[in-house]
Nanobody, 123 residues
Framework: QVQLVESGGGLVQAGGSLRLSCAAS????????MGWFRQAPGKERDFVAG????????YYTDSVKDRFTISRDNDKNTVYLQMNSLKPEDTAVYSC????????????????WGQGTQVTVSS
């Protein structure tokens, strides 16, 4: 069982930056691939970025490449999402998720989810 708690969301102007954190409980955090997803009002939840259990492999959706960076600290049981050059279309609730095994990009592939944190980017 893994419990996930996100933090770091907020209101930022376009072009600004935020860093999201996702703290995980459990001693097996380092065995899970982690992902960040987002859901805008009236839209489906979409994959944003993922990282393998070791941190050696990362994957991003095209719209955030070169702007967002996912990382993890297994000693702190925490995964991060650094978001730079934010745009109004990045506005959404951001959630982290954990998946036993290999890195994946599908919502259905993830076993555990946090409650989410709101990110609002004003123009």
């Amino acid at each position: 069982q893994v419990q996930l708690v996100e933090s770091g969301g907020g209101l930022v102007q376009a072009g600004g930056s935020l860093r999201l954190s996702c703290a995980a409980s459990g001693r097996t955090f380092s065995s899970y691939a982690m992902g960040w997803f987002r859901q805008a009002p009236g839209k489906e939840r979409d994959f944003v970025a993922g990282i393998s259990w070791s941190g050696a492999i990362t994957y991003y959706t095209d719209s955030v490449k070169d702007r967002f960076t996912i990382s993890r600290d297994n000693d702190k049981n925490t995964v991060y999402l650094q978001m730079n050059s934010l745009k109004p279309e990045d506005t959404a609730v951001y959630s982290c998720a954990a998946r036993a095994g290999r890195l994946g990009a599908g919502v259905a592939e993830y076993d555990y989810w946090g409650q989410g944190t709101q990110v609002t980017v004003s123009s």
